[in-house]
């Protein structure tokens, strides 16, 4: 009996002075690499500021909106597409105030802005979109007109072909 005491304590001492193996960091979640990919790099790094808006956009992510925003507001005429994708997705986070903000971007001096509205308008409820979607038919910017006629056979489908 007394063999296998000294013989435990031997073990213990030896398992005692070993280091405990240090594991890897973890990976940041994925919305905290969204988060990064939208607040580092310049606009040329364009794709994966697009990838974080999408996914923060479709995935309820806490505190997204305020980042998003930020990009829809940023009006250096470089990065006139990602503010349309940042619109699609505020609109996504803030379903309650899609309404208002397409409202607004329908009229941005810039076409992929309006085209994004256009998109989100085929989104809204036919109610809410109808007016947006009539008064967006002026536009004869092809990339808008194209995509306020997405929307408009969105909400009346056969009915559209007549303005189309």
């Not at 829809?72 to 006139?80: Q, R, S, Y």
């Not at 597409?81 to 409202?103: S, T």
Request: glycine share 4%.
């Amino acid at each position: 009996m007394m063999k296998y005491f000294t013989i435990i304590l031997v073990l213990c001492s030896h398992v005692a002075q070993a280091q405990i193996p240090r594991f890897p960091e973890p990976v940041p979640s994925a919305a905290a690499q969204m988060f990064e990919q939208l607040a580092t790099g310049d606009w040329s790094n364009w794709i994966p500021k697009a990838e974080a808006l999408d996914y923060l956009s479709r995935y309820d992510v806490p505190g997204a909106a305020a980042p998003v925003k930020a990009i829809l507001e940023d009006t250096n005429p470089n990065n006139c597409w990602l503010r349309g994708r940042a619109l699609v997705a505020l609109a996504r986070i803030d379903a309650a105030n899609a309404g208002a903000l397409v409202k607004v971007y329908s009229k941005d001096p810039h076409p992929e802005v309006r085209a994004a509205a256009a998109e989100v308008c085929a989104e809204l409820p036919k109610g809410l979109a109808e007016p947006i979607i009539q008064g967006m038919l002026e536009d004869k910017t092809p990339l808008v007109h194209f995509h306020v006629l997405a929307a408009l056979a969105r909400h009346q489908g056969e009915a559209a072909w007549t303005i189309v």
